[in-house]
């Protein structure tokens, strides 16, 4: 991966990386004469190209910039701009000639989003996003075994844990974590992340994402609906300390299967007499929080298949102190 560290100039953290994105399907050669032309039509490649900047300052305000590279457009609203801007105060549109043509205010709870969001980064620092492989010891297992959680240790850095319809591969050897699942539609579904470190040994950052659904068309032939994203040219600046901040915070808090469909098991390890007083997860681009009703139990199940896909954090208030860690909606 290209990482390099870069001077600080104003800001606590900066970050600038770019996203290719293929969407395709492979269509069994077998049926190939039989598929219909419109749906030849629907699983040509499609390719899509963003550079995503983001900022911290040292206010701890957050700046985030989406800027549309490729021709083809990922939607057709996309056409009439080129640029997103999200800052502290507002959401600014920008055409291809980086001429500001629209500004779309907050909503209130927007705004109380992002202000929550800061003052979170001022605790807890900030990471883009970065993991940790776990490791299962014997009582961990039979602790998870209790929430019907299953853990299979397949080979060296091979584990497998099954959770509901769920099953999680993580391979730390190839530094890759698989999730196989069955959809609402009954297509079996199978993703693939694949991780490079980042420097200094803080963490593996996601560089390759590989979507797979196997469906079949109207008259037969087994479809792949394929998409591959590339997360490319990380630069890196952490003068404030942030990533350090965050990685560094006490390990807490176990959370599976990571990353997940929005469904996943939660167990809080809890110093004596701490109690949980709050519980909530934030997604780390938009600063959108969700309330968890917890009720002061220090193992619980959380069932949100409709949040939207992306880096989280889940954070845990107790009476003496604010524990956190980071997953990420497939």
């Known amino acids: ?130 993991i940790k492989f776990p490791e299962f010891n014997q009582q961990t297992i039979t602790q998870l075994a209790t929430q019907n959680i299953g853990v299979q240790n397949m080979s060296t850095g091979i584990v497998k844990v099954t959770f509901q319809d769920q099953i999680t591969t993580y391979n730390k050897g190839n530094l890759t974590i698989t999730r196989e699942w069955t ?42 609906e394929v998409k591959l994203q590339y997360n490319l040219f990380y630069n890196i600046q952490d003068d404030g300390h942030l990533i350090d901040k965050s990685v560094n915070i006490t390990e807490a808090i176990q959370l599976y299967p990571n990353p997940n469909n929005g469904v996943f098991s939660v167990n809080v390890q809890l110093a004596e007499n701490s109690l949980i007083l709050n519980a909530h997860i934030t997604n780390i681009i938009t600063g959108t929080m969700y309330n968890l009703p917890v009720n002061d139990q220090s193992s619980f199940s959380v069932n949100m298949p409709d949040l939207p896909s992306g880096n989280y954090v889940l954070q845990i208030i107790t009476n003496n102190s604010s524990l956190n860690t980071h997953f990420f909606k497939q």
């Not at 001077?7 to 049926?31: C, M, P, R, W």
């Not at 055409?95 to 909503?107: F, G």
Request: with cysteine; net charge negative.
């Open 1 to 130: 991966m290209n990482q390099q560290l870069l001077n600080a100039q104003n800001f606590l953290y900066q970050q600038t990386h770019k996203e290719v994105e293929y969407d395709y399907g492979i269509i069994d050669s077998a049926g190939l004469q039989t598929i219909s032309e419109i749906e030849k039509i629907k699983y040509e490649l499609t390719y899509h190209e963003r550079t995503v900047q983001k900022k911290i300052d040292q206010n701890y305000n957050s700046v985030l910039e989406i800027t549309i590279d490729s021709n083809g457009y990922q939607k057709s609203w996309m056409d009439l701009a080129k640029k997103f801007r999200y800052d502290e105060n507002d959401i600014q549109v920008f055409n291809k000639n980086d001429i500001l043509i629209k500004t779309i205010p907050y909503t209130s709870e927007q705004l109380n989003d992002l202000s929550v969001r800061k003052d979170q980064i001022q605790a807890n620092g900030y990471h883009p996003g970065l």
């Open 183 to 224: 959809d609402r539609e009954g297509y079996k579904n199978k993703e693939t992340l694949g991780y490079d470190p980042l420097l200094n040994d803080k963490g593996y950052l996601q560089r390759i994402k590989k979507s797979e659904r196997y469906i079949h068309s109207v008259k037969g032939p087994c479809i792949t």
